[in-house]
């Protein structure tokens, strides 16, 4: 199993980043799988969730303004962030079957 | 939301020696399918969290009988013994019974 995550940057608050999450390894499309975050030198934080029929759940910090979401044919997971905040600013890894994470990508959000 | 409280924040230990990390949640992490989702994972510094142990007290691939999970409904507990230099780093505890996921706050495990 291989996750790798890409996407990440600086960014200003209140713009958009996409992140994206390549898989392989397993069979991507029978498989739910989560965003969690770190903001630096905290600890982890649940983000979101999308089921393998693409049903998604969201954290009360994020609904509204992140989008989870999948694209089998590509075996890739993706995050959506808009309106971004400070607090926003964290390392976020892409997960599968609670054993799996990818290394992570950094979103830093600052004027 | 499901409230997981770790305790201690940070530990002590010399090597060779013995352990244990309490984590405790605000609601019973029974599913309704019978199972108890709580997980335990360890990050060591600037690496991705590694799972150790899944649903209460089963060992992961490649963890050592070390590392021991018990518990159940609210009530968790993770025992290590004969502390190795690479058990350091933080433990972090989480359910994944309920929506919204949730994990305790972290255990420093340090070197006495």
């Known amino acids: 199993v291989q996750l790798v995550e890409s996407g990440g940057g600086l960014v200003q608050p209140g713009k958009s980043l996409k992140l994206s999450c390549s898989a392989s390894g397993f069979t991507f499309s029978s498989y739910g799988m989560h965003w969690i975050r770190q903001a630096p030198g905290k600890g982890l934080d649940w983000v979101a969730y999308i089921s393998s029929s693409s049903g998604t759940v969201y954290a009360d910090a994020v609904k509204g303004r992140f989008t989870i979401s999948r694209d089998n044919a590509k075996n890739t997971l993706y995050l959506q962030l808009n309106s971004l905040k400070s607090e926003d600013t964290a390392i976020y890894y892409c997960?599968?079957?609670?054993?799996?994470w990818g290394q992570g990508t950094l979103v830093t959000v600052s004027s | 939301d499901v409230v997981m409280t770790q305790t201690p924040v940070s530990l002590s230990v010399s090597l060779g020696g013995q352990t244990s990390i309490s984590c405790r949640s605000s609601?019973?992490?029974?599913?309704?399918?019978?199972?108890?989702?709580l997980y335990w994972y360890l990050q060591k510094p600037g690496q991705s969290p590694q799972l150790l142990i899944y649903?209460?007290?089963n060992r992961f691939s490649g963890v050592p009988d070390r590392f021991s999970g018990s518990g159940s409904g609210t009530d968790f507990t993770l025992k290590i013994s004969r502390v190795e230099p690479e058990d350091l780093g933080v433990y972090y505890c989480y359910q994944g019974t309920h929506y919204p996921r949730t994990f305790g706050g972290g255990t420093k495990l340090e070197l006495k």
């Open positions: 609601q019973s992490l029974v599913h309704s399918d019978g199972n108890t989702y």
């Open positions: 649903k209460v007290s």
């Open positions: 997960n599968y079957g609670f054993a799996y």
